[in-house]
Structures are given as structure tokens and as C-alpha cells.
């Protein structure tokens, strides 16, 4: 269990590091690629990856909600997320398609496994806009998604909770 545990451990940092890389290395991508889109009034199909989404409101909810609603004015916006009570698992609103995929294991606040949100490495997007950091099924999805495809990817990370010692209490 104690290895099991440690390699857990070793396999998390290890992605955790690529991501911050593969990450830093998109955003000046990202800022040539929407000069260009505003510029010339190209769109893209730009996707998110949040742990929860709409109607759940929060800091990381709302500030992905906005950010999907206005650049829904102008491209193709796709956000995948977790299915919560209550919520279908695709609709369309202000023109944002969400996908919401059955969450079949979560402990506390990151660690949970998702397996619909595979989706996310065989759909084409020019622009993969992440709003998580650490959660580990996500990471790799992530790291996956930028190894085997041209998607860039922006990362976006939220709350205090990585350094709060009770956040998971």
C-alpha cells in the first residue's frame, strides 16, 4: 500500500510538472493565435475542462461561465464538466455546448475519475482552456491531449484551497 501510495504520489508531481510546462509554452501561442482571430475575425473551436460547471456557481464556475458566454459570441465554445443532480448531460446555453459526463469515483475534492471526459482527447480544438490544477485525472487528460494533438492549452488555476491545511475537512 505504501509504494502503491508513493508511486500515486510520484506519477501526480511528475504531471504536474509537464503540465506547468506544456502550459507556459502555449500561452504565447495563445496570444498570437487570438491576436490573429481578433484581427481577421477568425473563429475557433475552443474548449474548457472544469471539475464543476453551470448552474453550480462559484469562483472557478462563474469565471469560466463568462469567459465561455463571451467568447461564444464569436467561436465554438464546448465545455466539459461533471454531471451534477439535477443537470442534463448535453444542452446548449448562450450558445456554450456543455458536456457533462457521470463522475464514478471522487474522494474530497481532487481526486475523482470521470472516464467520459476522454471525450476531450478525440475532439479537435484549436484551444483546450483548463480550470483545474492537481486534479489528477485532468492532468493527464490534459497532458495526453497536448502530446497527441495540435490543441494548445491555457491553464487556468483557482482558489486558495492548494495551500488551506482544512480546505478538504
Request: with cysteine; aromatic share 18%; hydrophobic share 45%.
Amino acid at each position: 500500500l505504501f509504494f502503491g501510495i508513493l508511486w500515486l504520489l510520484e506519477t501526480f508531481l511528475l504531471f504536474q510538472v509537464l503540465f506547468q510546462e506544456l502550459c507556459l509554452f502555449s500561452c504565447s501561442f495563445l496570444s498570437e493565435k487570438l491576436f490573429k482571430t481578433f484581427l481577421f475575425k477568425e473563429s475557433m473551436k475552443i474548449g474548457f475542462l472544469i471539475n464543476y460547471f453551470y448552474p453550480l456557481r462559484g469562483g472557478a464556475e462563474n469565471n469560466c461561465f463568462y469567459l465561455a458566454r463571451e467568447l461564444a459570441k464569436t467561436h465554438e465554445v464546448h465545455v466539459y464538466t461533471s454531471l451534477l443532480k439535477n443537470t442534463k448531460k448535453y444542452e446548449v446555453v448562450d450558445n456554450i455546448h456543455i458536456h457533462r459526463y457521470k463522475t464514478l469515483f471522487r474522494y474530497k475534492y481532487y481526486l475523482s475519475f470521470t472516464p467520459g471526459l476522454i471525450k476531450v482527447l478525440f475532439t479537435k480544438l484549436d484551444v483546450l482552456h483548463v480550470h483545474s490544477f492537481g486534479f489528477i485525472y485532468h492532468d493527464k487528460l490534459v497532458i495526453l491531449k497536448k502530446l497527441f494533438s495540435k490543441t494548445k492549452i491555457v491553464n487556468t488555476p483557482h482558489g486558495p484551497f492548494m495551500v488551506l491545511k482544512n480546505y478538504n475537512k
